[in-house]
C-alpha cells in the first residue's frame, strides 16, 4: 500500500490531454514539494517535474504538474504514443512514513 | 553529465546479506548539497525508497526496512554502497541508485539503470 495515492492507469487518443492525480496528506504532499517520474518499459525512472511544477532541462512543455493542498497533478497535452509508461509521484513525508515516498503508479495508454 | 551506475551478485540466498555498489561518474560524491540513495522496485510494483546518505555520511532510512539497512559512502572511489541484511524472497526487486538534490524539495535527479537482484536457494 502505497503512501500516495494514484489512478492504476489513465488512457487516451493520440493528441489528447491526460491527467494523472497524486493524493496525501499533510504530512507528505501538504507540507513538502512534488515531483513526478516517467518509467517507459524496462528502463529507469526519469525525472520529469520537480518542485511541483519545473521541468528539468529536456522536457517538453507538453508535460505540466501542479499541487493544491494535499494533492499534485500530473498533465500531459498533445498525447503520443512514446508517452506509453508509468508515472509515479514522490515527495517527503515527515510522519509515520518518515523519508522519501512514492505513488503506487499509473500506467498510461495511448490509444 | 552524472552517471550511476550499480554492481553486485544478481543471485542471493534467503537469509543472507544483499551488497550492492553504486559507482558515480561525472560528479562526486564529495559534492556538497546531494544526497545518493537506493530506491527498489519488485516485479510489477512501484517504487520504494531504502534510504539515503549524504556527502558527510549521515543516513536516513526507510523505517519499514530501517532495522536491516545500511548504506555507506567511500568518497576514494566515487562510490556509495547498500547492504540489506536477512533478505527474505520479498527482497527480490530492481535495485537503482540515484542522486537525491535537494530544490525546493527532495528530488531524484540521476538515476541508475537499476540491477535486479533475486532471493533464491
Known amino acids: 500500500q502505497s503512501v500516495l495515492t494514484q489512478p492504476p492507469s489513465v488512457s487516451a487518443a493520440p493528441g489528447q490531454k491526460v491527467t494523472i492525480s497524486c493524493s496525501g496528506n499533510?504530512?507528505?504532499?501538504?507540507?513538502?514539494?512534488v515531483s513526478w517520474y516517467q518509467q517507459l518499459s524496462g528502463t529507469a525512472p526519469k525525472l520529469l517535474i520537480y518542485?511541483?511544477?519545473k521541468r528539468p532541462s529536456g522536457i517538453p512543455d507538453r508535460f505540466s504538474g501542479s499541487k493544491s493542498g494535499t494533492s499534485a497533478t500530473l498533465d500531459i497535452t498533445g498525447l503520443q504514443t512514446g508517452d506509453e509508461a508509468d508515472y509515479y509521484c514522490?515527495?517527503?513525508?515527515?510522519?509515520?512514513?518518515?523519508?522519501?515516498?512514492f505513488g503506487g503508479g499509473t500506467k498510461l495508454t495511448v490509444l | 553529465q552524472v552517471q550511476l551506475q550499480e554492481s553486485g551478485p544478481g543471485l542471493v540466498k534467503p537469509s543472507q546479506t544483499l551488497s550492492l555498489t553504486c559507482t558515480v561518474s561525472?560528479?562526486?560524491?564529495?559534492?556538497?548539497?546531494?544526497?545518493w540513495s537506493w530506491i527498489r522496485q519488485p516485479a510489477g510494483k512501484g517504487l520504494e525508497w531504502i534510504g539515503r546518505?549524504?556527502?558527510?555520511?549521515?543516513?536516513n532510512y526507510n523505517p519499514f526496512l530501517k532495522s536491516r539497512v545500511t548504506i555507506s559512502v567511500d568518497s576514494s572511489k566515487n562510490q556509495f554502497s547498500l547492504r540489506l541484511s536477512s533478505v527474505t524472497a520479498a527482497d527480490t526487486a530492481v535495485y537503482y541508485c540515484?542522486?537525491?538534490?535537494?530544490?525546493?524539495?527532495?528530488?531524484?535527479?540521476?538515476w541508475g539503470q537499476g540491477t535486479l537482484v533475486t532471493v533464491s536457494s
Open positions: 540515484a542522486r537525491l538534490t535537494w530544490f525546493g524539495g527532495a528530488t531524484f535527479d540521476y
Open positions: 561525472g560528479g562526486s560524491v564529495s559534492s556538497g548539497g546531494y544526497y
Open positions: 546518505i549524504s556527502t558527510t555520511g549521515t543516513t
Open positions: 499533510s504530512s507528505n504532499i501538504g507540507n513538502n514539494y
Open positions: 518542485d511541483n511544477n
Open positions: 514522490g515527495t517527503w513525508d515527515s510522519g509515520l512514513s518518515a523519508g522519501r515516498v
